[in-house]
């Protein structure tokens, strides 16, 4: 059996470590979760009948600022994947210089064939069991997989009673009207939207004359699609959970968005033909946008890729073993931690904005995080061009290790 996604994790910061010779005992500080919370959630279906959920919570590290990141309502949730993730925000918010930790929520479900209320119970639920462990300046968690704003104001509610204080600084990526900020919906897809522009850059080529396919149509795969549109990109094909769409002249976004409104998925959309997720990765386009979910491209696609960039915006869609196979073939992989950060950075405006009480303008937002992107993504590059050899996946790994590690050693942890 090949490793986990937690193992690669830790063999990525190890690596990193290395190549960035600290201590050992620093590099086994970073490798391990600070804190690992399984529990376990009953929750009265709307058949009278109780169901119990699992649900985790991992706190990965703290040295930089509080634990940080998402909660995914996942059929498949594995404690191993969330340890991973929650690894991945450590090293993600390092990246892009925000004074955050890393964390990361799961539960094993699926919210698909869940009612609102049923859904509303198990958020409630899942917070009465973690509240101890989080707030403002402990632990902050986010949107991510199946979960929305919707899922973050009931989060907050029921925090802010067991707490019996205003707390909108629990979570973030909450609706407007309760606290949360503009631009943060569709941040993720924004900041992928800034970092790719600079790879674009390197190649000599604008975002109007490439040609992508994006797998995913969720919060993150439509605002990319969107923004991509606006800038005048060809898509050419789309996917869902429920299947692909393809039509070799483009995709008009426009009419998709309103489409996916009234009937939920891509399939059927007039004017194209089905495409399954394998084919679609597969296609002769210029940019590859992975926006679903884990282990996309592996060691078994990778060399059936024709894309010239893959723009990470999912979490963990690019496998270890496939990195090689795509740096050898020139392929230019813009690492998740790098590609998806813009969701975390709008998350910590979020909370900065929730602390002063005073909420900023979406142009704000958007310019704040246009600096951070673009800083980050030159810090991992110059890593990169500094290190022949070495993957952009390394080059962020380098750039968000050595900071967490400094914030260690000053700590005096080590
Ligand atoms: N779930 C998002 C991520 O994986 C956002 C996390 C956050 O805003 O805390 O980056």
């Known amino acids: 059996m090949g490793k986990s996604w937690f193992e690669e994790a830790q063999e990525r910061i190890q ?49 930089i600022g509080p634990a940080k990141g998402g909660i995914r309502y996942y059929p498949e949730e594995t404690l191993d994947d969330v340890k991973a993730l929650a690894t991945l925000m450590t090293l993600k918010c390092a990246v892009v210089g925000v004074p955050l930790g890393g964390g990361k929520g799961g539960i094993v479900c699926n919210p698909l064939e869940m009612s609102q209320g049923e859904l509303e119970k198990l958020s409630r639920g899942y917070i009465d069991k973690i509240a101890p462990f989080i707030g403002p300046d402990k632990d902050v968690p986010a949107p991510d997989v199946f979960t929305n704003p919707q899922t973050m104001a009931w989060m907050m509610d029921e925090y802010e009673k067991i707490v019996q204080k ?62 991509l549109y606006k800038n005048g990109a060809k898509i050419i094909a789309i996917s869902d959970i429920k299947g692909g769409i393809y039509n070799p002249e483009g995709i008009n976004i426009e009419e998709l968005l309103k489409f996916t409104k009234e009937t939920g998925f891509v399939v059927d959309f007039p004017g194209t033909t089905p495409i399954d997720n394998a084919a679609l990765l597969e296609l002769p386009v210029d940019v590859l946008v992975p926006a679903a979910i884990q282990n996309q491209i592996t060691q078994e696609n990778a060399d059936r890729i024709k894309a010239t960039i893959i723009l990470e915006l999912a979490n963990g869609p690019v496998t270890l073993e496939a990195d090689p196979i795509l740096t050898q073939r020139n392929i230019l992989s813009v690492p998740d931690i790098l590609a998806n950060a813009g969701g975390v950075a709008v998350s910590y405006f979020e909370m900065v904005q929730n602390a002063y009480g005073y909420y900023w303008e979406e142009d704000e937002v958007n310019s704040r995080l246009e600096t951070i992107m673009r800083n980050a993504f030159r810090a991992i590059y110059d890593m990169f061009k500094e290190h022949p050899g070495i993957t952009m996946r390394a080059a962020a790994d380098m750039v968000a290790v050595k900071r967490v590690a400094a914030a260690i050693k000053l700590r005096g942890w080590v």
């Open 166 to 227: 205003k707390a909108p600084g629990v979570i973030t990526g909450k609706p407007i009207e309760v606290g949360g900020s503009k631009g943060r919906g569709k941040a993720t897809g924004m900041g992928g939207f800034f970092v790719l522009k600079e790879a674009l850059k390197i190649s000599g080529r604008g975002i109007q004359d490439s040609v992508f396919a994006v797998q995913g149509f969720g919060n993150v795969g439509s605002s990319i699609c969107e923004l």
């Open 15 to 63: 690596t990193a470590g290395s190549y960035l010779s600290l201590e050992q005992e620093v590099i086994d500080v970073i490798k391990e979760p600070m804190r690992t919370i399984e529990v376990s959630i009953p929750v009265k279906m709307d058949n009278g009948k109780t169901k119990v959920f699992k649900g985790f919570r991992v706190q990965h590290n703290n040295a």
